[in-house]
């Protein structure tokens, strides 16, 4: 028996370009019980059949043809109204953001008894309660009773998620869509927001289409999984022997591209399908070019040295010191990262590695402690013209390439602001220099003459490595630089950054929530939490033998793609 | 939230400051007022002494200090025409001001916020694009051209409407005269009321609308739609409740603007309140009475904004006025 059943869907985006075709005639099914991945990059029309079930496609999309029946009714030709009843009751939602999925001025209770008063039709306040605490209880919220009386802004990340999910679950559905429901959590609350998930669908019969870009969430929770690509619908099949054969050539390379966890690989195998750098690129010798004649690197031993480094922010605010509650953002941090190793921060959020590097940038004020470079110190250094010197041989490449350009300069300006602000190089070689720059990172001089907006996440990248490498740093600082990339553009970005670093010698300092991303890329590694540094050791050291009790736990629970991948691989 | 207060209380101390040493600069600097004061045949001589009894020839910061001590214990001089407390004439003028701000806040709460939604769910509807075409026009008419329409239109021409002047008014609570008592008050107090709403009704449709558009597209409200809720659930309990939270914020500030503003519409109504009040004061050159003014109307402003401040806190959970985040 076959719960949904999508037939030949195709839905339509009709702009002033000509109409944009999001799902191009994708056919599945979905029995009780059975979770279903789907997965692909962004912009593969994932998320588009989702919406396009329950009729909650952004105006002006709309499905164009197909059919798509639960439980053989035929829902596709639903009017609003109707639709609004299957709605909660019939087709549950979880969306990915539990930050803003939940309406922040009404509480838990409010807003769970509205979907239980509407959808299992009690109208009595107090029994709606009472199934409502009881959903928080299957969740796994804890003292249920207390808590739903409280705001969303009182849950942490993994909490709301969990009562998205019982809000989802209130209508007692048979369909429950979950549109990257992990991707804003970090790893360890992932994990048990998958578990979650998958045992209530189980418990319940429910069927579950899971809607995600990320290889290892397939491979945890999925029995079966179909791949999208630009809008098509490539493969289709068990999730074991998909990951471990696949048939499709894009299916091929998007399994290739995910780093392996399991052992450190020279390069990052390319997905070739979807985006080839530009053509006839200049070749420049980093040697006698510009770009190589930077500061000399003496060969010292620690570029930079950090000390007994604190930072608190204060959490709430009190006329009276002493009534003042602060967050210890980093405590006595000391680290050193040696020349031209990458030096890896790891940890979840909040546990303070992007302060860290805030801090060594200069955009935050330590409380205390010391941050050297190069014999330099940077903190509360009287002399302000080396700790400018030094700063302008350390350079950020930020997580969000999205806000990270100026979208109103063009791209030439923007790399060529720092060269001339610092004085680097004669006005009139400046052009070139930049234009040598862009064909170094794989973009090629032409993009110098168009602004921000007309690249995609992962040229913009490009261009802010570019930018970065503008004052021929020596430590380049990586705050999570691919985290918002698909993985084909991570893998791009990922080899780009190991050449630079072959080819210049750089030094990097290089912060990511992504273990395998850490131990593909990383010499060494930092493991944080709460502030304080756990563990620090060789790379290879930490993945195999790692000595901190945490440091064990975020290991197992990293994401699995590669255990079952490894596993039905050698069989 | 007592220290939210005691936070609030220094900022008032600090902005009454500020206020009164521009006051006291208006004062000193705006001529002789012995020369109003006095009749035409007095002697050089009696006007010295008259200004020494003022206390004109003191020094300038002993004459702040004395300034400033008589303001706390509330007494902002002597009005010149009136020959009485400058605040006593103010308290007598502010409830025909108070009245006349709050009809005009009616009149805006209940037209711009269904409007301002109704733009924002349909906004290609024929009305909604006549609302924001008319709002155009509604921000750039200034208020007293507005009310001289009014005027021509429905007193002169049809004979509907008073022209001027407060009607009949009733006296509550011993010092308050109120125009909402009676059916005579009430007719006298929509034209003004409508005049004076008129530059802020455009202004808060549009704000209603651009926060009403911008939650609309918000991921809970999905969410809320997501979960079977019906539209009237999502658009007035979800979506309206997130929307008020920035016009509460803007509306305070605009509230104190208004009562500015009064000046205008007091003046061509002939409406006894503040504004009118002032506008003579600066006619007769009654410094006291302008000085008192400012400072009365610079204090109801920081009022104001405190109260909309813990309005807000109270609408917004996220906003704890205890820890005064």
């Not at chain 1, 942490?156 to 979950?178: K, Y």
């Not at chain 2, 209603?208 to 539209?231: H, I, N, P, Q, T």
Request: charged share 20%.
């Amino acid at each position: 028996m076959t719960l949904l059943t999508i037939k030949n869907l195709s839905i339509e985006f009709p702009g002033r370009h000509g109409t944009e075709r999001a799902v191009d005639e994708v056919s599945f099914d979905l029995s009780p019980g059975e979770i279903l991945g789907l997965v692909g990059e962004s912009g593969a029309g994932k998320s588009t059949i989702g919406n396009g079930i329950v009729q909650l496609l952004s105006a002006p999309g709309r499905v164009s043809s197909g059919d798509i029946f639960l439980n053989n009714t035929k829902i596709s030709t639903f009017s609003s109204k109707e639709i609004i009843k299957i709605r909660g009751s019939r087709v549950g939602f979880i969306f990915q953001d539990p930050m803003t999925s939940l309406n922040p001025l009404f509480t838990v209770e409010n807003q769970l008894v509205e979907t239980i008063n509407k959808n299992l039709g009690i109208e009595d306040r107090k029994e709606a309660s009472r199934i409502a605490i009881d959903l928080l209880d299957q969740v796994g919220i804890p003292d249920p009773e207390v808590r739903i009386k409280q705001f969303p802004h009182q849950f942490s990340g993994g909490m709301r998620q969990r009562v998205v999910i019982a809000i989802a679950l209130a209508g007692d559905p048979e369909l429950l869509i979950a549109d990257e429901p992990t991707t804003a959590l970090d790893v360890s609350v992932q994990d048990q927001i998958l578990s979650l998930i998958r045992k209530l669908c189980r418990e319940r019969q429910v069927g579950c289409l899971l809607v995600t870009h990320d290889m290892g969430v397939i491979a945890s929770v999925t029995d079966r999984v179909a791949v999208m690509y630009r809008g098509k619908m490539v493969e289709i099949g068990k999730t074991a022997e998909l990951l471990t054969s696949p048939k499709h050539e894009y299916t091929k390379s998007l399994i290739s591209a995910v780093p392996r966890s399991s052992k450190k690989i020279e390069r990052f195998p390319l997905v070739e399908y979807i985006e080839t750098t530009a053509k006839g690129l200049k070749h420049i010798d980093v040697k006698t070019h510009w770009l190589g004649q930077g500061t000399r690197h003496e060969n010292i031993q620690d570029l930079l040295e950090i000390k007994d480094l604190n930072l608190s922010f204060v959490t709430r605010d009190a006329f009276l010191k002493k009534n003042r509650k602060y967050l210890q953002a980093t405590s006595d941090v000391n680290l050193t990262v040696k020349q031209g190793e990458t030096f890896g921060l790891v940890g979840e959020s909040g546990s303070g590695k992007s302060t860290i590097a805030r801090m060594v940038a200069g955009l935050q004020k330590p409380d205390s402690g010391s941050i050297k470079f190069d014999g330099v110190e940077l903190v509360d250094n009287p002399d302000p013209v080396a700790v400018q010197q030094a700063r302008l041989q350390m350079q950020m490449v930020f997580q969000n390439p999205y806000s990270s350009l100026n979208s109103r300069m063009k791209v030439d300006d923007i790399i060529a602001e720092p060269i001339q602000f610092h004085r680097l190089a004669p006005a009139q070689e400046i052009r070139t220099i930049v234009g040598d720059l862009l064909d170094h990172v794989g973009l090629g001089r032409a993009a110098g003459l168009k602004y921000p907006h007309e690249f995609s996440g992962g040229q913009r990248q490009r261009i802010s490595i570019a930018r970065a490498l503008a004052s021929r740093p020596r430590l380049l600082i990586c705050d999570e630089p691919t985290s918002a990339l698909d993985v084909s553009v991570q893998a791009q970005i990922l080899n780009l950054l190991k050449d630079l670093q072959d080819e210049l010698g750089l030094t990097m300092l290089f912060i990511s929530h992504d273990l395998p991303v850490i131990r593909q890329m990383c010499d060494r590694v930092a493991i944080m939490r709460h502030g304080r540094i756990l563990e620090t050791a060789e790379s290879e050291d930490f993945f195999e033998h790692p000595q901190n009790e945490y440091s064990i736990e975020l290991l197992g629970l990293m994401p699995r793609f590669d255990k079952i991948y490894e596993v039905e691989a050698t069989v | 939230m007592a220290q939210f207060l005691l936070k609030r209380l220094l900022q008032v101390i600090l902005v009454m400051f500020v206020i009164s040493a521009f006051c006291f600069g208006i004062q000193d600097s705006l001529g002789d007022p012995t020369r109003e004061l006095a009749a035409m045949s007095m002697s050089d001589e009696e006007r010295e002494n008259l200004k020494d009894t003022l206390g004109l020839n003191d020094p300038l910061l002993v004459q702040y200090g004395r300034f400033v001590g008589r303001a706390v214990q509330g007494d902002l001089g002597t009005s010149y025409f009136f020959k009485e407390p400058a605040l006593t004439v103010i308290l007598k003028k502010l409830p025909a001001t108070l009245e006349l701000a709050f009809a005009a806040s009616i009149i805006i709460i209940t037209i711009s916020i269904p409007l301002g939604v109704f733009c924002a769910i349909r906004p290609r509807h024929w009305f909604a694009k006549f609302t924001m075409a008319v709002s155009v026009i509604g921000i750039s008419i200034p208020v007293f051209l507005t009310a001289l329409a009014l005027i021509f239109i429905f007193s002169i021409t049809l004979g509907w409407m008073p022209s001027f002047g407060r009607g009949e008014i009733v006296e509550v609570w011993g010092y308050w005269s109120t125009n909402f008592a009676s059916w005579d008050g009430i007719v006298h107090i929509i034209m003004p009321a409508i005049a004076l709403s008129s530059i802020m009704l455009p202004l808060f449709i549009r704000l209603v609308r651009a926060e009403m558009l911008e939650v609309l597209s918000s991921e809970y409200v999905k969410f809320a739609r997501a979960k079977g809720m019906d539209s009237l659930t999502v658009y007035f309990k979800h979506a309206l409740k997130n929307t008020m939270l920035p016009v509460i914020t803007v509306g305070g500030v605009q509230i104190g603007i208004m009562v500015a503003y009064t000046i205008l519409t007091e003046s061509v109504f002939q409406w006894p309140g503040m504004g009118f009040m002032f506008l003579e004061a600066v006619n007769r050159s009654d410094i006291p009475l302008i000085t008192a003014y400012i400072m009365f109307v610079g204090f109801l402003f920081v009022i104001v904004n405190t109260l909309v401040d813990l309005l807000y806190g109270l609408i917004n959970p996220m906003v704890d006025l205890v820890s005064g985040k």
